[in-house]
């Protein structure tokens, strides 16, 4: 049996973040969204997720910004991570600086 995990997912489409969040859902987690990194770091407070899954370009504090503030806070607790539908090879060197857990790309082959 799969262990079940508080997840919160972080994206300004909340297209993205609500259908990742049903998807979750559908396997047992319990799941929130925030739509914006300044609220990632209000509903991590309430929420305490044991995962965090960010989207790195976003308003008020991107996925970077977000990321330092949870290492910083709470000391690597929570498994980050990051996605992005940037693929330069500067973005995803800049990905390993906030020491985020694992990274995946939002890029679908249809969408390029």
Not at 59 to 71: F, H, K
Not at 74 to 89: H, K, N, W
Request: hydrophobic share 45%.
């Amino acid at each position: 049996m799969m262990a079940k995990h508080k997840v919160l997912i972080v994206d300004d489409f909340p297209d993205v973040a609500d259908s990742l969040a049903e998807l979750l859902s559908f396997f047992g987690h319990e799941v929130r969204c925030a739509y914006d990194g300044g609220q990632a770091l209000t509903v991590v407070t309430e929420f305490e997720p044991d995962v965090v899954i960010l989207d790195i370009n976003m308003p008020v504090a991107d996925g970077y910004q977000v990321a330092r503030a949870l290492r910083l806070t709470y000391d690597g607790r929570q498994f980050l991570i990051a996605m992005t539908g940037a693929s330069s090879r500067e973005t995803w060197a800049k990905l390993k600086k906030p020491a985020l857990t694992c990274t995946w790309s939002n890029l679908w082959p249809w969408m390029r």
